[in-house]
């Protein structure tokens, strides 16, 4: 069996390695909100298979069990790389029209089509070793978890498409182990032909990139340079000599002396930064009539600190004011390595330049452990549209726009310190600015402030961003100054915006945009938050969808069409529900229904319909629920989504391999507290994390990297230990009495998986992510309920035959 564990080993380990690699690049070729679809793709190929299993198990007897296996798997190998350059070739248009559904539902198919022989190999592993089920679970999950280690460290060292092509390679060594025990020496070769050749198809394209991704958000695109790591695609562009720079927000007061030299650069296809030819202060003098930096008026040799340095215009406008010292937080390490190393001539070496200190991290994580305090705090058009590795960040989870991050961000102004966050305005409805007026006169209302209005003020540009940076509209900057303005603040902040062209909406002392004035002095009542057309409530930790502000409701009044900010948003939710519908459809075309139909040739016993099935439905909502709001709530503990799909997938997966692999040293001679007590357990560490996991994390916030994963540990190795345990359990029991059925069971655990990949998302957005943990905990409370019954069937059975 040592083989049949390892095959399984590496066939699960490249499985979950693709489903995560393929958000990377669903991520880039199509829009944000689309990354985790390949979550659902991966559940419904498994799913699929397992229906297969089931529908034609006459094609797998046990006396060719392993040589099944090794076809499958070597058919898993090839598949990888098939779907891949087809999903290349073909421009993929994920939008909620006719031809928008039609394509995504051949690419679902498509992409799929790997998952299907990986779920055959993994649920014959599962149905057809009885007494090994535990520890083939234990690989199966183990596998799992390692292939998410190893996302990373392969990312990091390669595009992902080679990584894809990578994945290959660990299938056709599945296949190798499987095919050894097999005896079929033909298949044997074909196993070992198929690792050396794709092996082969990976060095020459880690080398040459022959196949890469070309279409990017639905338009061909080959820049001058690119480069991967975990969670994006930097992609760098010609030099230009421009006389109108890149800008959020160019006064009209500004007129070039001379053509202005930068590089593009854009992160998964959408959003951009852009590095600055720096030939002395001259070549840079245009970063004084950007909005974006109003606040470098108001504070002269400051101290400052820049939320997402990228490309470097915010460190270069710290130094063209002459402030005295500027730290720079940049999430993302490739832009900082393009920047300052391999474009560092071009840029002016920023990292070497006095008073200058960049950091590679999370901006929020990184202040929070820092002592000092700034006289500047700056967000410049901030925004995280780019999906995470983790793929179910869909809708631009931001921890920079919540109350919780905007305390932090307060705590490290010094008495008089201003933070200054930018986004663009829209004349219609300027929703982003009214929800950051919303957010920053929440959090000073929290602070003790009895009149927010004074520490606030809101300027916007009169250009629209079409002359300068090719958007629609203008963009205003917020500034919320931890004192009141004083008046020789206001009167400066008056100057200079007559001077620069640009319009004050909010002015403490003087013209106050009346939306905005009924938004400062209302923020944090709810019954005013669900008065407003769009939601403007100060986002939370627990839901920190910052841009995403329809109600549910909302979603079926076309009305909300009008308000511009929200179209993009709109059209990601329209995808996420018909994603959501197109799951349950699938689901119900390709396995409840064919499985349905099989009932005639093999009669569903009634226990099984009305005890396994509600079962293995149950844990197949639950583990997925329960994983995904782990996934997006430590994203911002952790304060950067590499360490967050790494920690969770990996340790989950792990101690629940490690739990499957106990429940084997039970499962031969089941107790009922073999049942009761492991649930208990479960439903009570679930219970105490809904509660309680929040309030001890913000208490270790200002814990280092490693001290913070520690105490994610704490939490989820207990939690994935006990979440392995019901379902080797439930296959045990269930197997004594419907053997023949046990391909349906792991059908619809897939099912639901492959639903709740999608639903999690759509609870979380609609009401947070503690809502998704209560439902999750609510499917566990009704597992445990199932599989005491099916306990009970199993035990009155054994008794009736005398074991």
Known sequence: ????????????????????????????????????????????????????????????????????????????????????????????????????????????????????????????????????????????????????????????????????????????????????????????????????????????????????????????????????????????????????????????????????????????????????????????????????????????????????????RDILASKVFNQKEVVGAEINDRILEMVNLKYGDFTGHLDKWPGVRLVSDEARSAITRMDEKFDIIQASCIATWSATTAGAFSLAENGLYTVEGWKIFFDHLTPDGILSFNRWYSTDYPAQLLRLASLASYVLKREGVKDPSSHIAIVRSETTGDRFTGYSAPSATILVSKSPFPDSDLSKLRRVTGELKFKLVFDPAGFRDPIFEKVINNAGDEGFHNSTELDISPPTDDRPFFFYMLRFKDLFQGKYLKFREQKFTLEGIAMLYILLGLSIALC????????????????????????????????????????????????????????????????????????????????????????????????????????????????????????????????????????????????EFAMARFKEHTPWFWAVNGATSVVSSVLSVCISIAWGFTATMKAGLLFYILAAVFLWLLYSIFHQDKGQTGA
């Not at 079962?615 to 989504?641: D, K, N, T, V, W």
């Not at 084997?664 to 009761?676: D, E, G």
């Open 588 to 731: 119900v075309i390709f396995i409840v229904g064919p499985l349905y139909v099989m009932r005639k040739r093999a009669p569903l016993p009634k226990n099984m319909g009305l005890v396994g099935l509600p079962f293995f439905a149950s844990i197949g909502f639950g583990y997925i629920l329960i994983e995904m709001s782990q996934l997006q709530r430590l994203i911002i503990f952790l304060g950067h989504p590499i360490y967050s799909i790494t920690v969770v997938l990996f340790s989950m997966l792990l101690a629940s391999g490690a739990g499957a692999m106990a429940s084997n040293l039970w499962i031969k001679r089941p107790r009922p507290s073999h049942v009761l007590i492991p649930m208990a357990i479960l439903i009570g560490l679930i219970t105490f994390m809904v509660y309680i996991q929040p309030s001890i994390f913000n208490s270790f916030e200002k814990t280092g990297i490693a001290g913070r994963v520690g105490i994610s540990l704490l939490f989820l190795l207990p939690l994935g230990f006990f979440m392995g345990i019901p379902f080797p359990l439930g296959m």
């Open 1 to 312: 069996m040592r083989n049949t564990y390892a095959g399984l080993f590496f066939v699960s380990f490249a499985a979950l390695m693709l489903e995560i690699l393929l958000t990377r690049v669903f991520s880039v070729a199509t829009w944000y909100y689309f990354a985790f679809f390949a979550v659902s793709v991966g559940m419904f190929g498994f799913t699929v298979g397992a229906r297969i299993v089931y529908q034609f198990n006459h094609y797998f007897p046990d006396e060719k069990l392993h040589e099944r296996l090794a076809a499958f798997a070597l058919l898993f190998a090839i598949a990888v790389d098939i779907s891949l350059l087809l999903f290349l070739s073909i421009p993929f248009h994920p939008r909620p029209t006719g031809v928008g559904i039609f394509s995504t539902m051949v690419v679902f198919l498509a992409i799929s089509s790997p998952f299907v022989c990986a779920g055959i190999v993994v649920c014959l592993c599962l149905t057809r070793f009885p007494k090994k089920i535990g520890l083939l679970y234990a690989a199966d999950l183990m596998g799992a978890a390692a292939g998410a280690f190893m996302v990373f460290p392969v990312l990091n060292a390669m595009d992902a498409p080679t990584a894809i092509f990578l994945v290959g390679v660990v299938g056709a060594l599945g296949a190798l182990l499987f095919s050894s025990r097999s005896g079929n020496a033909r298949l044997y070769k074909w196993s070992a032909a198929t690792f050396f050749l794709l092996t082969f198809l990976v060095i020459i394209n880690f080398l040459f990139q022959p196949f890469a991704v070309e279409w990017v958000k639905m338009k061909y695109n080959r820049p001058e340079d690119e480069s991967w790591n975990a969670f994006s695609r930097i992609a760098v562009y010609p030099f230009k000599w421009v006389k109108e720079p890149y800008s959020w927000g160019l006064s009209t007061a500004f007129e070039p002396k001379k053509p202005i030299g930068e590089r593009m650069i854009d992160i998964d296809g959408v959003s951009e930064t852009v590095m600055t030819l720096y030939n002395g202060p001259e070549s840079v003098e245009h970063l004084k009539y950007d909005i974006t930096f109003i606040a470098h008026y108001l504070r002269k040799d400051a101290k400052v600190f820049v939320i997402g340095a990228g490309g470097g």
